[in-house]
């Protein structure tokens, strides 16, 4: 990233999971600012420098970014502010099969550390 004449620096980002599916916040639905549910949460990205925090948004055949400050309230779902042009909503089911995905993807992780 060049920025007014100084050197590039390339940042460190990186996913954070959680090991229990729905966690604090992994696998709660996400609901947008017009009251639909347009999916789950995926993971927690955090880059730095300059320091950002996002939530990765699964929803049907897309995947989205939601910066922190776009969230509203995490309780037994996580709340945006806006309206997720990204999503399409989704049916309860769906979101049951997106979460079944996600259990299935970290489990596949956390086996190929051991």
């Known amino acids: 990233m060049m920025s007014q004449g100084r050197e590039s620096f390339s940042g ?5 999971y959680e090991l229990t599916v729905p966690g604090d916040l992994v ?12 999916g789950i949460v995926r993971s927690v990205k955090l880059t730095l420098p300059p320091a950002r ?16 400050s ?10 945006l502010k806006n309206v997720a042009k990204e ?5 309860i089911k769906d979101a049951q099969r997106l979460r079944k ?6 489990r596949t992780m956390t086996s190929n550390i051991s």
């Open 12 to 16: 460190v980002q990186c996913e954070l």
């Open 27 to 38: 696998g709660k639905l996400v609901i947008d600012g017009a009251a639909r549910i347009v």
């Open 53 to 68: 925090i996002e939530i990765v948004v699964k929803g049907l055949e897309v995947e989205f970014s939601v910066d922190i």
């Open 70 to 79: 776009n969230v509203s309230a995490v309780g037994s779902v996580v709340q």
């Open 87 to 91: 999503a399409e909503p989704l049916e």
């Open 101 to 106: 995905e996600l259990i299935e993807e970290i």
